[in-house]
């Protein structure tokens, strides 16, 4: 049986349908910012967040064909050739809507309460600070963060995950909130493979959480700017860095690593980060760590600038800053827990092809299965070498 691409209207979308299509979605300021890509299966939480933006209709794949086909006034989509899901030899055919999702590192609920809590501190905090009482009222929220830090750490460590991913944490919108929470999973994962107790993970998971919480009394529309920024601009919003420690500090809210660790991660091995310009051991070992973390999430992260790095380009990227931006130890220590193509990831190949990973053995050059006619392809043979994952989701 073939798989048909089709519009419905939302309030008809369920679990586990798959988009067959990219969709765009204007954000607050008249951003065009991408959802998701084709290939993505939906969750209650798209949804939601679909019906809320009043998205009326969207494009799926699904077993039967539409009848009748949508009038041409209802939604303009671009025209591309039909992603047919043809049987392979066997006689078995690949659906997108039946493939599994790929086993999230945390929980769905988890991941909602932690960035509700990073939120509420993050907006607490600020609506505080510009009327000069935040400190006794960012203290207040500390505790709904301090909780979540407890379950976050704890779900990361007692289930003795080997590897994990950032893929079910992202989100097109409130970037710092769930940028906030992918460093801190993935600095978690760092401290883990460094050998780290659990307390020194609640820190350090602390740390991460707020690293960018000096970014509240930098102005708005230089933290949202959709372009790049000019040199004046971009001095301004370099001070994130130490206002955040500075306001930690000042606030008694944490300890000397969570201040320092905020305050110097934006430093560099070679000297030639800030504010300080330290070099190698002279950044606390926190800032080193979430250094490695907070260019990781950024580099795979949509933002309204440019495209996303793949899983694979951006640890290719990281990896050749090792002894000038970066730690060897850090740098290798997120090498050994990250799982840059989870299994069932659908991803998007260089000849445009959609296909999905069957096999990570090779994390950098896995096995997958190709959409539209079931055949597998092994990345790291030599007959594949000239194919690249150009997008995954």
Not at 197 to 222: N, Q, S, W
Not at 362 to 369: E, F, G, S, T, Y
Request: net charge positive; with cysteine.
């Amino acid at each position: 049986m073939a798989t048909h691409k089709i519009i419905i209207s939302t309030e008809k979308l369920k679990e586990g349908m798959v988009l067959a299509q990219p969709l765009h979605i204007d954000n607050n300021e008249g951003f065009s910012l991408l959802f998701s890509s084709a290939g993505v299966r939906l969750t209650k939480r798209h949804i939601k967040i679909l019906e809320s933006y009043n998205i009326e209709r969207v494009k799926i794949f699904s077993d039967t064909p539409a009848t009748p086909a949508p009038s041409a006034g209802e939604i303009a989509f671009a025209q591309k050739p039909d992603v047919s899901l043809k049987a392979p030899a066997s006689g078995k055919h690949i659906s997108l809507a039946n493939i599994p999702r790929a086993a999230p590192t945390i929980s769905d609920e988890l991941r909602d309460e932690a960035v509700s809590a990073i939120r509420s501190f993050f907006t607490i905090t600020g609506d505080a600070a510009s009327k000069g009482s935040h400190f006794v009222t960012a203290y207040q929220s500390i505790k709904q963060l301090d909780l979540v830090v407890h379950k976050l750490v704890s779900s990361l460590t007692f289930d003795n995950k080997e590897f994990i991913h950032i893929n079910n944490i992202k989100s097109y919108d409130e970037y710092t909130y769930h940028h906030s929470l992918s460093v801190a999973v993935l600095s978690v994962a760092i401290g883990q493979a460094l050998g780290f107790r659990e307390r020194e993970l609640k820190r350090l998971c602390r740390c991460a959480m707020l690293h960018d919480i000096g970014k509240i009394l930098i102005p708005i529309e230089l933290i949202s700017k959709p372009s790049a920024l000019s040199p004046r601009e971009f001095e301004i919003v370099k001070r994130h860095a130490v206002e955040g420690g500075r306001y930690l500090k000042n606030g008694t809210i944490g300890n000397v690593d969570l201040w320092l660790g905020v305050m110097y991660h934006h430093e560099r091995l070679d000297g030639n980060g800030y504010p300080r310009g330290l070099k190698g051991n002279e950044i606390p070992l926190f800032s080193r760590i979430i250094a490695v973390a907070d260019t990781y999430d950024a580099v795979t992260s949509f933002r309204p600038y440019r495209m996303p790095l793949v899983p694979g380009e951006a640890l290719e990227l990281i990896m050749s800053g090792i002894g000038t931006h970066y730690d060897f130890d850090i740098v290798y220590a997120l090498n050994k827990k990250l799982e840059l193509y989870p299994l069932n990831t659908v991803v998007t190949l260089s000849d445009k092809r959609i296909a999905v990973v069957i096999d990570n053995s090779n994390a950098k050059r896995p096995v997958v299965k190709i959409v539209d006619c079931g055949s597998e392809l092994d990345l790291s043979k030599r007959a594949n070498m000239n194919l690249l994952i150009e997008k995954c989701s």
